[in-house]
């Protein structure tokens, strides 16, 4: 597990389980809304809402769930949220990142601070961590597209940095600058990516051991389960023998 899952230094993601659907939905509903309510309601014309839309689609969010989250964002009476972004340590002296969307910011900087509090975590200043961290965009594939050296020589031709290839997927790295671009030019090579975004990738990642594995854990799901949250990143690595002990 490094960062979030088996995909290498990506950010915290749970699957998508039944029990956890309504929250990933809604969720996805929300970056669906502001996406095109900064932009247009164009998903052709607006790449935040195209990026959002294909991250609806990998967790096989209805058509019309979608649907109803873009006509939302012309809808006068409806909430305005604001994105701001937290960063802090964890336990094992990991640099979390955790980007928020909110409608009421002391509620949400009150949640997001109880839960690196009582997690062994302590919250930081703006720029405490992020300097950890690239920005970087992400193109996402599923694994079934190629094997690794395939996806890797398409990538490149496609003006990409890097790509990060496991059983679970690929995950192709480029600048923000060229992200759509070059998820443009993949979807030429590959087909449709499963998910485009723009993400912070660690520098560099803290090994965590089995003692401290299970209260990293637990920290990163608190921080995954609070309605505001959108996103989590950090800079560790779980082993794959470590982690399946706490997945069992």
């Not at 029990?19 to 996805?28: P, V």
């Not at 669906?32 to 096989?60: C, E």
């Not at 961590?129 to 496609?158: H, K, L, N, T, Y």
Request: proline share 3%.
């Amino acid at each position: 597990m490094a960062g979030h899952s088996k995909f290498k230094n990506i950010q915290h993601r749970k699957g998508a389980q039944d029990k956890k659907r309504a929250k990933i939905f809604a969720r996805l509903a929300k970056e669906i809304t502001v996406a095109a309510k900064l932009g247009m309601p164009d998903v052709d014309a607006n790449p935040r809402l195209r990026s959002a839309v294909l991250a609806a689609r990998s967790q096989n969010m209805p058509k019309d769930n979608i649907e109803r989250a873009i006509k939302k964002s012309s809808d006068a009476n409806s909430e305005s949220y604001e994105e701001i972004r937290y960063e802090g340590f964890g336990p094992a002296g990991l640099g979390v990142i955790v980007e928020t969307m909110t409608d009421n910011r002391n509620r949400t900087a009150s949640e997001v601070r109880s839960a690196f509090s009582k997690n062994g975590g302590n919250m930081g200043e703006t720029g405490s961590v992020s300097f950890m961290f690239s920005r970087v965009g992400a193109i996402e594939f599923p694994a079934d597209i190629g094997d690794a050296d395939f996806v890797f020589e398409a990538a490149i031709e496609a003006g990409a940095e890097d790509v990060s290839s496991s059983e679970e997927g690929h995950e192709v790295f480029c600048s923000v600058e060229d992200l759509h671009p070059t998820a443009r030019a993949l979807e030429t090579a590959l087909g449709e990516p499963s998910g485009i975004s723009i993400i912070w990738r660690p520098q560099n990642l803290v090994d965590v051991d089995e003692e401290n594995a299970e209260q990293v854990i637990k920290f990163m799901d608190a921080l995954d389960d609070l309605d505001d949250v959108q996103n989590v990143y950090a800079n560790f690595d779980i082993a794959d023998d470590i982690m399946d002990k706490f997945s069992s």
